[in-house]
Structure formats: C-alpha cells, structure tokens
C-alpha cells in the first residue's frame, strides 16, 4: 500500500521536473513579451502547433509507461528496457518524417490558419527552428517514462534543472542578441528550445548508462523488435488519440480568439495559458505519479488497494491547488508583471485571471481521476471520455467566442466545462469497478 509520504516521494520529483520544463515555457513567454505583443501572441500558437504534433510521441511514451509499470509491480524487470529501447527506435520514425514534412511546407500550410499576417509571419519563423527538436524530444518522453515507471524519478529533477538552465542562458543571448549570438527574436526561442532538449536527451543517456543496472533491466541489444512495438501501440495508441484530440481541439481554442477577437485577446491568452501550466503542475505531476502507481497496484495483484489510493491522490491534488488559488488570487498583477510591463495588457489579463481560478479545483480532481482510468489499462475506454468530453467543449468554445463574440474572460469558461465531464465520467467509471481484471 503506498501511504501519502511514499505518494509525494514518487510526486515530487515530477513536480519539480515539470515545473523546470515549464519555466522554459514561462521563460519564453516572458522574453517574448519583452519583444512585443504580436511574438507573445504568436509563439503561444506555435507552441501549440508543436505540442500538437509532440503528442504522438508523449501519447506513445505514456503507453510504455503504463505497460513499463505493470511489469515493474510483477517484477518482470528484464522486459522493461526492451520496452524502452524499442520506444525510442520506434519514435525515430515519425520524428524524421515530421521534420521532412514541415521542411517541405507543411508550416506554410498551417500558417493559413491566422488571420494577421504578423502572427502568421512569426509563427513560421519559430516553427522553421523548432521542429528539429522531435527527435530529442520523443526520446526524452520515453525515458521519462522508464524512470516514472519504475519509480524511480528523482533523477528527471536533475535533468529538467539541466535543461532549464540551458534554455535560459540560450534564451537570452538569441533572443536579443547577446552573449556574441545572433539576434534572432522569436526564432532564438526555438533554436533555443531545440538545444536544451538535446542536452537532455544527452542526460538521460549517460546517466542510463553509469547508474542503471542495464543486466536486470534488459537493457542489452539495440535491435528494432515489431513485437514489443505492436504491444505497446495497443496500449498507447488510443492514449496518442486521445492527447492528439485534446491538443488539436486546445488549438482551436487559441485560432478562435486570435481569428475572431484579435492580437491583444491572444496575448492576454497566452499570458493566462502560461499561468494555467505552472499553476497545475503540482495536479500533473500527482496524475503522472498515480496512474504508474494503479498500473503497479493492478501488476502486484492489488487491484482492490486502488481506489483508495486514488482519493487519497485527488484529496492532496485538491489541497495544492487551493493553496495556490489562494496565493495567485492576492497577488494577481505581481505575477502578471513576470511576462510584461505594459499596465493596460496587465489590466485586460486580470479577469481572465480569475475565470481560470475557479476552474482550477475541477482541473485538480479531473486530472487524477482521469490519469486513475488510463493507468488501469483501459485507455480505449479513455479515449471514450476524450471524445465526448471534447464535443462538448468545442460546441461551448463555438458558441461563446465564434457565436455570441463574448470576451476572453467568457472564453475561458470552457476550462469548467471541459473539467466537469471529465471528472464527472472517471469518477463513474472508476466505482463500477470494471478494470479491477484487466490484463495487459
């Protein structure tokens, strides 16, 4: 039985390493807000282009750890590097496909879809650079997901500060032009970006090498093996649906405001987009941790000690978040002042603010359960949720910004309504029971 303290061992080291990934994020927007409002605006939707397209492999990578769990709690540890191995050879193919294909005018295409020429025109200058980090980063998704899996993720908070610190440095001196590099504006950030994911990668390898016993955990031939591929897809590929949906419809979300409300709304979007990802971290991480922990509760032959380490998971998600709730709510401007100095962009970003507050608890508990259903096997079942939870937040979405013209403040009340479903649908499913005997 995990108790809490064994909980946030697992948790913290997540915690810690999705908040010094997300700081790259936060650093990017805050440089880039320093540049001007057409670059903020426009790399939110770059990077969620590329998210979008990340979610193949993270998708994949979640599968693995799902499957890379249940083994470690039957303690067949001799097929998990297989697993990993085959993972990142696997991802190496759509990675050098991607890039060939944004290469040959793909990014031309997506442009399309803006209405600015400003924001079209910047887009396309981050994505020239960005895409060349697929391949860095799909293997990064799957080594995440061997040491989450194992339980053994203190070493992804060396690795995240590794990579923070490189973008940071390189951040700067590409951005503006400093430190003997080129002025590249919001291309910088990419390339940027791009080389702290290989600094990663380069990591996770020789720290794999000098610290895992490779003998126990089969880490012994590199040879593509379709079968252990094929196991993982049949896991994974609903999960690669499921977080493609997500992100393509969350990319919807930001074309509609910038298509039918224009260059400030989209800033102030971006600014509160930043904000949602670092104030969630701790319920992601926690959703990370929990669905590794029911796949090893589930592979030890525990299926009935589940749901009570789910709630006990949900109630700490829910704690955190009402901590930071109530930090983000009496300081509002301080914190918006991290990613720009114009007082009316700081004034428009504050109700917005406070609409994204109050659907923060749902997120908090939606996020658990719903990690709780995939992390039982039945990511099929998870796609389900997805999808008819989506329809409804795309109706909404269409409604409130392309129909009724409402302000980004209503705009991001989709946020409640995604939420509620999805926790409304984990929540019955999980107390029906009916994964207690999945196999995998």
């Known amino acids: 039985m995990y108790s809490n303290k064994h909980i946030v061992k697992i948790s913290l080291p997540i915690l810690l390493s999705l908040l010094a990934q997300n700081i790259i994020q936060v650093i990017d927007t805050a440089f880039l807000g320093r540049v001007g409002e057409v670059e903020l605006g426009a790399s939110a939707l770059a990077g969620i282009i590329y998210i979008a397209i990340y979610t193949i492999g ?22 998990i590097g297989e697993i990993v191995i085959q993972g990142i050879l696997f991802l190496l193919i759509p990675a050098v496909l991607l ?11 997506l442009v399309k879809l803006f209405e600015s020429d400003n924001v ?11 895409v060349y980090g697929f391949v860095f980063a799909f293997a990064n998704s799957t080594f995440r997901a ?18 923070a610190v490189v973008n940071l440095i390189l951040d700067y001196g590409l ?5 003997g590099l080129p002025e590249m504006g919001i291309g910088g950030a990419a390339l940027a ?21 490779l003998q126990k955990y089969g880490f012994t031939k590199i040879t593509f093996k379709w079968s252990v591929v094929k196991r993982v897809l049949d896991i994974s ?23 039918y409300l224009g260059e400030r709304p989209l800033a102030v ?41 789910i709630k006990r998971v949900s109630l700490i998600s829910l704690y955190s978040m009402l901590a930071i709730i109530f930090v983000a709510a009496i300081a509002p401007r301080l914190i918006i002042h991290v990613y720009t100095n114009d007082a009316s962009l700081i004034s428009d970003t504050l109700a917005p603010l406070y609409v994204l507050l109050t659907s923060l608890p749902f997120y908090a508990v939606g996020t658990v359960l719903f990690s709780a259903v995939s992390g039982t096997g039945n990511t099929k079942k998870a796609l389900l949720f997805e999808i008819i939870t989506l329809s409804g937040y795309i109706i909404y979405m269409w409604l409130i910004i392309v129909f009724l013209r409402l302000s980004v403040s209503w705009a991001w009340t989709t946020e409640h309504i995604y939420w509620v479903q999805l926790l409304l649908f984990s929540l019955f499913y999980l107390r029906s029971k009916k994964w207690m005997d999945k196999k995998l």
């Open 146 to 163: 061997f040491y989450i899996g194992i339980a053994r993720t203190k070493v992804l908070t060396i690795n995240s500060v590794v990579m």
């Open 175 to 179: 951005i503006f032009g400093k430190l």
């Open 193 to 213: 970006s791009v080389i702290a994911e290989a600094t990663s990668t380069l990591f996770f390898i020789i720290y794999t090498r000098k610290t895992v016993d």
């Open 237 to 259: 590929i609903y999960m690669m649906l499921q977080y493609l949906l997500s992100i393509v419809t969350w990319m919807m979300f930001f074309v509609y405001i910038e298509n």
């Open 99 to 109: 890039i060939a294909a944004f290469k040959m005018g793909l990014t031309d295409w």
């Open 269 to 309: 979007t971006n600014i509160v987009r930043s904000l949602y990802t670092i104030f969630t971290i701790p319920s992601h991480a926690l959703g990370a941790a929990v669905n590794t922990m029911v796949s090893n509760t589930i592979g030890a032959g525990r299926s009935g000690e589940a749901l009570n380490l």
């Open 120 to 130: 079209s025109e910047a887009v396309s200058d981050y994505l020239d650079w960005r």
């Open 58 to 79: 993270f998708g994949f990578s979640m599968g693995a750890q799902i499957l890379i769990g249940r083994r470690n709690g039957e303690r067949n540890f001799s097929q």
